[in-house]
């Protein structure tokens, strides 16, 4: 390849080891809630919303006793825990307030993701959490939905152990491999 991958992208991995003594500040946040705003979405519907707790502040701990066994080893020690929530419903109805929510959310959450990686900070995404539990403490409005959480600090890991991807080919030929 006469093009390389960008150094944000080929660096980037989620890690499992926080350092405890990083903080990130108000402003740190703020910019990485700016890349999620600036993603683009369907219709630009921006079907998305984020509850960021920084891990000295109270709302932590309304987060942190939600974590299943898995992440609780390394969650509560980032800097930072975003909640992420998708706008599924149009409000006050089941129908669907878009079908590319669920999408756009996970694109905002990419572009968070890099602009995190560019500021020195790691994230890692994840779905290990009681999401039952967690909707009825921060009770969003019906209309929106928490898909995941981002476990966002420097990271301590020294690196991914077994990393493994689909080849460039899989990517090409995979849904028409029936055919
Ligand atoms: C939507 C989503 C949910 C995830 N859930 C978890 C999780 O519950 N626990 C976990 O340890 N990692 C979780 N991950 C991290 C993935 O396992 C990780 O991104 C994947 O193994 C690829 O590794 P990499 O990010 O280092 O490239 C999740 C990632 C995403 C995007």
């Known amino acids: ?7 944000l992208l080929a660096a980037r991995f ?3 080891a926080f350092d405890e003594a990083h903080s990130v500040s108000e402003n740190d946040v703020d910019v990485l809630l700016e890349a999620a705003r ?3 979405s369907a219709g630009n519907s921006q079907p998305w ?9 109270p709302d932590h701990r309304r987060v942190v006793k939600f974590l299943a066994a898995s992440s609780a080893r390394w969650a509560p020690s ?4 975003i909640v992420t929530l998708a706008h599924r419903y149009v409000d006050g109805t089941t129908w669907a307030y878009s079908d590319f929510a669920d999408y756009d959310l996970g694109q905002s959450v990419a572009h968070l993701t890099l602009q ?3 500021m020195g900070l790691a994230c890692r995404q994840f779905r290990a959490f009681d999401l039952d539990g967690l909707t009825a403490e921060l009770r969003p409005d019906p209309a929106w939905r928490i898909v995941s959480m981002i476990a966002i600090g420097r990271s301590i890991d020294e ?3 077994l ?5 460039r080919d899989e990517l090409r030929s995979a849904p028409w491999s029936g055919v």
């Open 1 to 7: 390849m006469s093009q390389q991958l960008h150094e």
């Open 163 to 167: 990393r493994e991807r689909r080849t």
């Open 116 to 118: 995190a990686h560019a």
């Open 38 to 40: 600036w993603a683009p």
């Open 78 to 81: 980032a800097s930072l825990l």
């Open 159 to 161: 690196g991914p152990v």
């Open 14 to 16: 989620s890690p499992s």
């Open 49 to 57: 919303a984020f509850f960021p707790v920084r891990r000295d502040e």
